[in-house]
């Protein structure tokens, strides 16, 4: 039998326990697998050390190095984030939309597991255990497949997350990592549709297209995020200026940091110096088009692609623009439909500006950096969704479910 049609196999038959057990018994587990990761950080650090040295052999920028590396902190903060999950409601068994049909029939849905998750995923071990958790919760199997430049930090996590499992008395095979990195495996799961009931890519676009492209399982699609900071004519200069300094710089190498900026002319002249002093005192990069070149000299020139670049980087590009719907008509080109951002003191703009713009999350006066499972209050996130269909933004327990319908009767026939 094939490598990954036992991992399949073994999936789906650990499926149907995890699905089937209470709440009590998953949140005993997701508090085993947060004292046993913190309990385990010397082991993990380790392990995440040999991945670090590859990486910066291979030649990766810092800012993706940074996404792949672990930390004291952030251990305790992947463990503190199963904690969070175990304390959210449970999402299983509740039933809604209960109504009584004519002939006595009384139909409702009750939510429901999914099955089995797949998630595809690059250079992020919290997702290991966030995904992990998150699934756990939702009454799912999840068999992860992340890169081999994570391998030693995903192994090692997965099998703490196992150990945790087992002191528990749950089925181990709740969680299963393909330790296989070939990316022939990786396809291999893309059409794995007998097994996996769902498939959630999270990386940069050229993951999320191929297993867009590729898979016969349906999937979920977590998107890239150039995401926008429009300033407008009635903006808060200081604040605009705090809100793209932390959008930008505060963590350079996450979908949703913001890439590109628009600017209202009639406030150009003031805030791109502004923004300038404040970007490139950091090191950043900005490139931007004829008109903001000719405010300040410190802007190198965009091309075409620019626009639509999501950098990962110390770079960022600066489009401005002489009225609001040249803005979201520019912003509508060129984003990825994750998260948009304006800078204004006008209502009417805010509002225009919300109902306009085609994007999972849509911000007046907020930097899109709080597009995230748990500022959002969901604790961890499984991804950020830039699809419409089932799910859209971060997406929390609720979106790791579906629904079937119940219906009782009393010998009613047709």
């Not at 196999?9 to 947060?34: D, P, T, V, W």
């Not at 502004?274 to 965009?302: F, H, P, Y």
Request: proline residues 2%; negative net charge; glycine residues 8%.
């Amino acid at each position: 039998m094939k490598y990954m049609e036992q991992i399949g196999m073994r999936s789906k038959a650990a499926s149907r326990s995890i699905g089937l057990l209470g709440q009590n018994r998953r949140n005993e587990a997701l508090k085993q697998a947060a004292k046993e990761l913190k309990k385990q950080a010397a082991f993990l650090l380790e392990e995440n050390q040999k991945d670090i040295a590859n990486a910066r052999e291979k030649g990766m920028k810092e800012s993706l190095i940074d996404r792949l590396m672990l930390t004291r902190e952030r251990i305790a903060g992947i463990a503190d984030g199963l904690l969070q999950i175990a304390d959210l409601e449970d999402p299983i068994g509740i039933v809604t939309d209960m109504k009584v049909r004519p002939n006595g029939l009384r139909i409702g849905k009750k939510r429901v597991p999914l099955g089995v998750v797949g998630i595809i995923y690059e250079s992020r071990p919290n997702v290991t255990a966030d995904a992990f958790g998150l699934c756990l919760k939702s009454g799912n199997a999840v068999i992860l497949r992340g890169g081999s430049d994570c391998i030693f930090s995903n192994k090692a996590i997965v099998s703490v997350l196992r150990k945790a499992l087992n002191a528990t008395q749950i089925e181990e095979d709740a969680v299963i990592l393909i330790e296989n990195t070939d990316r022939a495996v990786a396809q291999e799961m893309m059409r794995m549709n007998t097994y996996i009931d769902v498939l959630i890519p999270r990386g940069g676009a050229g993951l999320i297209q191929t297993v867009v492209k590729n898979s016969t399982v349906p999937v979920i699609e977590t998107g890239t995020g150039n995401c926008h900071i429009y300033v407008d004519a009635f903006a808060d200069l200081q604040m605009a200026v705090e809100i793209i300094d932390n959008a930008k710089t505060q963590r350079l190498g996450v979908c949703n940091a913001c890439e590109s900026l628009v600017i209202h002319e009639d406030v150009a002249c003031q805030v791109i110096p502004m923004i300038c002093d404040r970007l490139t005192q950091k090191g950043v990069t900005i490139r931007g088009d004829q008109t903001s070149m000719a405010i300040d000299e410190r802007i190198t020139t965009a091309s075409d692609d620019d626009w639509g670049t999501e950098y990962l980087d110390k770079m960022i590009s600066l489009k401005v623009v002489s009225s609001m719907d040249e803005a979201i008509t520019h912003i509508n080109t060129y984003n990825t439909g994750h998260s948009e951002s304006i800078i204004t003191e006008n209502y009417r703009n805010a509002l225009k500006f919300q109902d306009e713009i085609d994007a999972a999350a849509v911000y007046v006066n907020a930097s899109t950096r709080f597009t995230d499972g748990f500022e959002f209050g969901f604790g961890a996130e499984i991804g950020i969704s830039t699809q419409k269909l089932h799910a859209r933004g971060p997406m929390g327990l609720d979106a790791l479910t579906t629904t079937k319908y119940i219906i009782f009767g009393d010998g009613q026939i047709r």
